[in-house]
């Protein structure tokens, strides 16, 4: 992917900047450029990465995974920014700075900490969910965790940032202010405009407008649900319904499942359930390793007395617990696809039960979600989804909280970031709605670069910007691999040709196969096979001087193969082919 275009401004940038201006952007023509370079998340919702440049050194804000499409990424884990260019300019990176907790922001941190030592900078929580991360791939000995707290301005290298309280579905995101000789960045990071959050910390819109007032040269905001008309429901709605929704089924046992970085959910989930006199139990990995890790710095607040562990679920009746679980995306290894397959090695479900998904399938992950869904019911548990009731609420800005951000920031220049393509295309006509002139709005893909200098801004296709795919420990599958994997979907036929020493065939083809037919079954077809490419094994060898080359022996045999598997099976499984020659 790589974006083009020409400098929006084009020419008369210059010009204007002569002028003495009595616009809200100050004048700042032959002061230093600053480069933002984007090396994911502009076309996909996943795998953030930001690069700003200034006099020299990088700060880089994010470097989250992608969740892949296993229909086109068959295999692979996730799928992160590249390291390419990163690694080209490591000795000028000067840190890394984490927007919020969640994967898509911070999961690739450990991959990239393993190529680059920086010291990595973010909230309470951000840094010590990265701490986790960063310590499970042994790496914490050589980096260095810097809190950011609400508001607070520092330096890192030649940056200024200054971070911003913002709500999103975690705690204590961030919304980063780059002060710069071109003027303020602003990088909301994922972000919505919670007016009720649950810990009462709001979007600090005051700081923004008064940044706007100053002259906002950049603007890169979530686009996550630029498509979504409206605002977003606050969080603390969510825990009114779970409160009715749990008076309501007095007698039931309930289980509850979310994000489990969405610790105000959790919150709201142990709320609910405490003053209905029950107690929770985490279950799920990263469930209870969140619980302990936002108790120990107060982002979550659960009595010792409320809280057990899964192996003393069976001091309780069913109508005294409330489980909070991992699973709600319908993960295979995650705690409620294994509840829900018979397969949790503590917890079993049945009519006794209510569960709650207090969330919402991500793009792709519906139809593992229903599949889910339909096993709880299958074995009598009633299900609550977002479908049925106000069990979940989304941590992205729509349409009216978009506008709100707009309005309070009215940047200079507005580029959409955190989203698929249509996402960043309708941000981006929110912000020309808005007022905006269309040249100051730009839609680009991941790659490209803008240099700001002065009142100028200047865009380049940039830098390569590719997918790196993750499976397992070598992390080297490429797109030839990746193309290789969705080849083999439709199985392979694999043909051996042994050549004596006068170089005859010394004995029929030999054919193998997985997944193309079943070879018990279709004898005949494989015979036919064997026969097809022998013939023309012997046809070339007959033409040939004095004896064949076995590299066209090997092209003739897949040629044949291919003919006839096309032809006879209107198949189209993968051929490979080896020709042993005898000495
Ligand atoms: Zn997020």
Known sequence: MSASGTAPDGGRGSNRSRRRGNSRNKQRSGTSPVTVTFLGGLGDVGRNCTVVEQSGKLLVIDFGVMFPDPAIMPGVQHVLPDMGWLNSRAADIVGLVVTHGHEDHLGGVPHFLRNIEVPLYGSALSMALAEHKVSEARLADRTSFHVIGDGERRKIGPFDIEALPITHSVPQSLCIVLHTPVGALVHTGDFKIDPSPVDGRLTDLGRLRALGDEGIALLMADSTNADRPGRSASETEI?????????????????VSCFASHLHRVQQICDAAISEGRVVVPVGRSMVNNVRIARQLGVLDVPEHALFGVEQLDRFNPEEVCIVC???????????????????????????????????????????????????????????????????????????????????????????????FHMLARHAGLAREVGMKAKRVLTLTDGAQITLKGNELQVRAGVPAPYHYVDGALDDPDTEVIAERLALTAGFVHVTVVLDSQGRLAAAPDIASRGWLDMTKHVDVVEALSGEIAQAVEQAIKGSRPSPDPDEVERIVRRATGRFVGTRTRRRPAISAAVVALA
């Open 326 to 420: 991992t699973g709600s995306q319908g993960e295979p290894g995650a705690a409620l696809s294994q509840i829900a397959g018979g397969a949790h090695s503590d917890v079993t479900t049945g009519a006794d039960d209510t569960v709650i998904l207090s969330s919402h399938p991500i793009p792709g992950n519906e139809r593992a979600v229903f599949r889910m869904v339909s096993r709880l019911a299958r074995l009598g548990a009633e299900v609550i989804h977002d479908g049925h009731e106000l069990v979940h609420t989304s941590g992205h800005a729509q349409r009216d909280e978009l506008r709100e951000l707009h309005q309070a920031c009215r940047p200079r220049w507005f580029v959409p970031i955190e989203g698929e």
């Open 239 to 255: 825990g009114a319904t779970l409160r009715r929704l749990f008076g309501e089924r007095s007698d039931r046992r309930l289980m």
